[in-house]
C-alpha cells in the first residue's frame, strides 16, 4: 500500500483509515467521495463530498430519491465507475489510488444489481462458478460443492442446471446473490435488489438479505422497501443530490427525520404507496 | 418443455363447441395445402410452356442442357468441386479465426493498444471496400511477382485472398455482436473479479457468437461460391474444369453442371442457417417474454 497520505480530503474525522492497529477501523470508509458525470457544460455532479464509514457486521441502507446517487456511490466502491475526487478504503487499504489492481479489489466485494445480471449463456451453477473457477482457480468439483451448498441454503439446490430464464425473477435475483457471496466477499453491496420484482417475490430476497446479516456479514443496502430497511438496517443513510444529508438508527431516520427534505422524501413515498 | 405440460388429468373432454373449432382448422388447413399446390402446378405449367416455347429454346437446349456433354464432363467437375470444398473448408476456419482476432483487437481500449486498433480499423475498411477479383488477382499474380524464397503456389495465394476479404466482412459481424451485449453483462463480470480477458471471453464473446451466428452463416455461403472465383487464379476447381470442357466440347452445359453443384454443395449450409437463425428467434422471443 501507498504511504498514507497528508489526510487533506477529510472532514469527517482525523483518525487513520490504513492504520491497522485501530481495532474501530473500517471496513469500508469513504471520505470526500465526488463523482461527476458528463464533460464541458454538461458536466453535473452525481456525489458530491460523500462521507460514509462502514463498520464490520454493520449494515447501512441507503435511502433517497431516484438519482440522488446511490447506484453510483456503490458502483464507486465496486469500482465500476471511477471517483473524481476523494478517497475509498477497504480494510484499510487506498482502493481509489490508480495503481490499485481494480479486479483484485472487485474480488473482495459482492454486488448485487436490480436486474440480477445472470450470464444468460451459463446454467445457474456455471453462473457461480465462473468466478471460483476462473479467478481463484479452484477445482471444478470443488467450486460446484460450494455453489451447491449455497444454492441449497437458498431453496435453490434443484435449479443449479437450469439456465437462468428458466427462473423466476425471485430465483434469479437469490441465484445472483448466491453468485456474489460464493467469492466469500468482505463486503456486500445490494442494489434495490427488489425492484425488478414483482410483490409475491420480494419477500424472499429480502428474507435472504436478513439472513446474511444474521450471518454478520458487513452490507450497504439500497433501497426503497423502507420496511424492510427498518428491519434489517443499524444504521439508514438518506441521500440528497448526492450528498448524505442525513443518517442515523432506522426508527430516528424514517420516524423523526431531522432535516425537512427527508421528511418530504418520506411523506412523498407515503402519498404514493398503495395502501 | 414437456416437462411444463403435464395436463393430461386435469383436462376435461372437449366440449362441442372445441370439436366444432377443430373440425374448422382442419378443413382450412386442407383447403390451403390444396390451393398452394393448385397455384404451383399452374405456375409451373405456364413458366414451362413459356420457356419450351420460346423461338430459341432448341438452341438453348442443345448448347445448355446436352446430356451427354453433361455425363462427360462430370467426373472432372467433380475432382474440381472436392478441389472447392476442402478450400471452402480451410477458408472458412482460417476466416472466422481471423475475423475473430480482428474483432477482438478493434474492442481493446487504453493508448498502448492505439496501433494496433488504427491497424484492424484500416484492415476492416480496405478490404470490405476491395472487390474480390482484384484481390485475388493481386496475391496470385503480384505476389508471385516479388520473387521472394518460399512463396507458396497460387492455390494458397488465392486462398488467402478469400480469407483477406471475408475475415474482414466476419470481423465486422463479431464486432457488432459484441457490442449488442448489455453493458451491465459486462459490469457483473468484472464485480466478480474477472479481467477484462476474462469478461471478454467467458461471458461477452460467447453470447456475441450465439446472437450472430445466423449473419455469420450467411457469410460463409457467401464465400462457398466465392470460392469459385478461385479459378481466376489457375488452380483446376470445378468451375476451371467446366471452363475447360466448354473449351473442348464448344457447349456451355459444362456451366450449368458445375451451377447445379454448387446448388447441391450450398443446400446443406443455407438449411443449418436457416435452422440457426428461426432457433436463435426463438431464443430472442424467450428472452424478450421473461
Ligand atoms: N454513466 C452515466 N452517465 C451519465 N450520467 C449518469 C450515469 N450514471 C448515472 N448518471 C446520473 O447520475 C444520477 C444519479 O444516478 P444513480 O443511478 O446513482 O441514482 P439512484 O439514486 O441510484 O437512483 P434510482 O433510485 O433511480 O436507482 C442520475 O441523474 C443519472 O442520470
Ligand atoms: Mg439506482
Known amino acids: ?275 | 418443455m414437456p416437462s411444463q405440460l403435464p395436463l393430461a388429468d386435469g383436462i376435461p373432454p372437449p366440449s362441442p363447441l372445441q370439436r366444432e373449432r377443430e373440425r374448422y382448422h382442419q378443413r382450412q388447413t386442407v383447403r390451403s395445402v390444396l390451393v398452394a399446390a393448385l397455384s404451383t402446378a399452374v405456375v409451373g405449367t405456364l413458366l414451362l410452356l413459356a420457356i419450351t416455347g420460346a423461338p430459341g429454346w432448341d438452341r438453348v437446349r442443345e448448347s445448355f442442357l446436352d446430356p451427354d456433354v453433361a455425363r462427360e464432363s462430370l467426373p472432372r467437375i467433380l475432382d474440381g468441386l472436392w478441389l472447392n470444398l476442402r478450400l471452402l473448408v480451410v477458408c472458412a476456419a482460417s476466416a472466422l479465426v481471423l475475423g475473430l482476432l480482428i474483432a477482438f483487437l478493434r474492442t481493446l481500449r487504453g493508448p498502448m493498444f492505439f496501433p494496433v486498433r488504427a491497424l484492424a480499423t484500416s484492415y476492416t475498411y480496405a478490404f470490405r471496400g476491395v472487390p474480390l477479383i482484384i484481390v485475388i488477382y493481386l496475391m496470385a499474380l503480384g505476389v508471385p511477382g516479388l520473387r521472394l524464397q518460399g512463396t507458396p503456389g497460387v492455390l494458397v495465394l488465392g486462398g488467402a485472398a478469400i480469407v483477406l476479404t471475408y475475415s474482414s466482412y466476419l470481423a465486422e459481424v463479431f464486432r457488432a455482436g459484441i457490442e449488442s451485449v448489455h453493458p451491465s453483462q459486462r459490469a457483473a463480470a468484472r464485480s466478480l473479479g474477472l479481467s477484462y480477458r476474462q469478461t471478454m471471453r467467458f461471458v461477452i464473446l460467447p453470447q456475441a457468437v450465439r446472437r450472430v451466428s445466423p449473419p455469420l452463416l450467411n457469410d460463409l455461403v457467401a464465400m462457398q461460391k466465392d470460392v469459385g472465383l478461385i479459378s481466376l487464379a489457375g488452380p483446376i476447381d470445378a468451375v476451371r474444369a467446366a471452363e475447360i470442357a466448354v473449351g473442348n466440347t464448344y457447349n456451355f452445359t459444362p456451366y450449368v453442371v458445375a451451377g447445379a453443384l454448387f446448388i447441391a454443395l450450398a443446400i446443406p449450409l443455407v438449411a443449418v442457417t436457416d435452422w440457426v437463425t428461426l432457433r436463435a428467434a426463438r431464443r430472442q422471443s424467450a428472452e424478450g417474454a421473461a
Open chain 1, 1 to 275: 500500500m501507498a504511504a498514507p497520505t497528508a489526510d487533506s480530503a477529510s472532514p469527517a474525522d482525523s483518525t487513520d483509515p490504513t492504520n491497522p492497529a485501530d481495532p474501530t477501523r473500517p471496513v469500508l470508509d469513504c471520505r470526500g467521495v465526488w463523482k461527476t458525470f458528463g464533460k464541458g457544460r454538461d458536466r453535473t455532479p452525481v456525489l458530491r463530498g460523500i462521507d460514509l464509514a462502514v463498520h464490520e457486521h454493520e449494515v447501512v441502507v441507503l435511502i433517497g430519491a431516484s438519482g440522488s446517487g446511490k447506484s453510483t456511490l456503490l458502483r464507486c466502491v465496486n469500482l465500476l465507475e471511477r471517483v473524481d475526487d476523494g478517497t475509498i478504503h477497504l480494510d484499510g487499504d487506498d482502493i481509489t489510488d490508480p495503481r490499485v489492481n481494480a479486479d483484485a479489489v472487485r474480488q473482495r466485494i459482492g454486488i448485487v444489481f436490480q436486474a440480477f445480471n445472470l450470464f444468460p449463456h451459463l446454467t445457474v451453477l456455471d453462473n457461480i462458478t465462473l468466478a471460483p473457477r476462473r479467478v481463484h482457480r479452484r477445482a471444478r468439483a470443488e467450486a460446484e460443492q460450494a455453489a451447491l451448498d449455497l444454492l441449497d441454503r437458498v431453496g435453490l439446490a434443484g435449479k443449479a442446471r437450469e439456465y437462468p430464464d428458466r427462473l423466476s425473477g425471485g430465483q434469479q435475483q437469490r441465484a445472483a446473490i448466491v453468485r456474489a457471496l460464493v467469492n466469500s466477499p468482505r463486503l456486500m453491496l445490494f442494489d434495490e435488489v427488489t425492484s425488478a420484482l414483482d410483490p409475491e417475490l420480494v419477500g424472499e430476497v429480502l428474507a435472504l438479505v436478513s439472513d446474511l446479516k444474521g450471518d454478520g456479514m458487513t452490507m450497504v443496502i439500497a433501497t426503497h422497501e423502507m420496511g424492510f430497511a427498518r428491519r434489517v438496517a443499524d444504521r439508514v443513510c438518506f441521500l440528497d443530490r448526492g450528498v448524505i444529508l442525513e443518517q442515523g438508527r432506522p426508527e430516528q431516520v424514517l420516524d423523526n427525520p431531522a432535516e425537512p427534505r427527508t421528511r418530504q422524501f418520506l411523506q412523498r413515498l407515503l402519498d404514493t404507496e398503495p395502501a
